[in-house]
């Protein structure tokens, strides 16, 4: 199984720096173009004061990154970027959701329809994961390849979960 590059310091550069992105791309786009992808994880939960201020910030760091990749003729067709972020799909049981990281999932599902030379996959972690939890991402990050139609999953409780539409029931009252 081919590993993935991991970026820590994505998200930690500083908007200002237009240049650091395109930069990061250019310098390590001959080790990352070989691995598996790319694994960005988000920051931990921002402050209720900052959610909106974070989400805009990452949201243009992942915009940057994402436009860099295309751009550079050393990335393969289909290289995966896989964005980690934490409590952003809202599902039953969820005691809070992550509002910031929930910005930048959904900026990321618009990226995948406008660059489509890039797989963009999202995996949610429960707030608070546990050891079973990253194993079971660490597992579900290797069983991606070309057949894998699945972009968007979630884990809870040890289990990995995917969109689906659901028939709801309407019943009339009387």
Not at 5 to 18: K, R
Not at 72 to 85: A, E
Not at 135 to 161: M, P, V
């Amino acid at each position: 199984m081919e590993s993935f590059a991991v970026l820590t310091t994505l998200f930690s550069q500083s908007a200002e720096n237009q240049a650091a992105i395109p930069h990061l791309v250019a310098h390590n786009a001959a080790r990352i173009s070989t691995s598996a992808g790319i694994i960005l994880s988000l920051p931990e939960d921002s402050s209720a004061e900052t959610q909106v201020q974070d989400s805009r910030h990452w949201c243009k760091q992942l915009q940057q990154l994402l436009v860099a990749l295309e751009a550079n003729p050393d990335i393969p067709n289909d290289f995966k970027v896989c964005l980690i972020t934490r409590s952003c799909t809202g599902l039953l049981g969820d005691e809070h959701m992550n509002l910031s990281h929930a910005g930048v999932a959904a900026m990321l599902r618009c990226a995948a329809l406008e660059l489509p030379t890039l797989r963009l996959l999202h995996v949610d972690l429960p707030a608070a994961p546990t050891r079973d939890d990253f194993a079971l991402l660490e597992q579900t990050l290797g069983q991606i390849n070309e057949e894998t139609k699945e972009s968007q999953y979630a884990i809870r409780d040890g289990l990995l979960l995917v969109p689906r539409l659901q028939t709801l029931v309407h019943t009339r009252k009387e």
